[in-house]
Structure formats: C-alpha cells, structure tokens
Nanobody, 118 residues
Framework: QEQFVESGGGLVQPGGSLRLSCTAS????????MGWYRQAPGEQRELVAS???????DYTDSVKGRFTISRDNAKNTVYLQMNSLKPEDTAIYYC????????????WGQGTQVTVSS
C-alpha cells in the first residue's frame, strides 16, 4: 500500500487561500495521474482537479479559475492552490494517484480538512 504525505488544510475565511501538498514515492509520481478529491458531509467524493505525468490538467467546473493544480517532479509533490475560497469548498480533501489499466489502480491519502467559514 502506497503512502502519501499530505499537508496544508485548515480553517480560512471566505475569500481566503490555502495550498495543499501531497508527496508520493517516485515510483507512483512518475507514472500515475495525480489528483485531489474532496468529500463534504453527506456528499459523495468528487474529483476536484488532476494532473497527468505530462502536465495536462483537468478541473471540476466549480473550481475553475479559483484552484490550480501543479506538480513538482523533482520533489514528487503535487500541489493544489486554492484561492477565493467559498464556504461550499468545505470538505475533506484527499490526494489520489490513478493509473489506467485492467483493473485500474487507485491510491489514496489520509485526507486533510479544509474549512471555509467566517
């Protein structure tokens, strides 16, 4: 089982910013799509953003223009910069690594709480 080191969650006021980081092993980082999911209480887990090993990014519509995902290949770390945070962004955020295949392979971080509240 792979382990990730996540950090960066916390409490922030609406309109504020946070940056999440997730460090993985080099084996995972160089060949998996890295992403961030979130899950709010009573809601399903949803994909927030992802970045491929080639640097291609994808975002869910609700965070476009506010969140930026990036990866530092030298540090095996993926970041999620979250700006203009809203109360509806409140959730547990999970780092994820995904590889297509039969079967597909998923690895998950332990999650970090993000709370947006005044």
């Amino acid at each position: 089982q792979e382990q990730f080191v996540e950090s960066g969650g916390g409490l922030v006021q609406p309109g504020g910013s946070l940056r999440l980081s997730c460090t993985a092993s080099s084996r995972i980082f160089r060949s998996f799509v890295m992403g961030w999911y979130r899950q709010a209480p009573g809601e399903q887990r949803e994909l927030v953003a992802s970045v491929s090993s080639a640097g291609n990014t994808d975002y869910t519509d609700s965070v476009k223009g506010r969140f930026t995902i990036s990866r530092d290949n030298a540090k095996n770390t993926v970041y999620l910069q979250m700006n203009s945070l809203k109360p509806e962004d409140t959730a547990i955020y999970y780092c994820n690594a995904f590889q297509r295949g039969r079967p597909p392979i998923y690895y998950w971080g332990q999650g970090t709480q993000v709370t947006v509240s005044s």
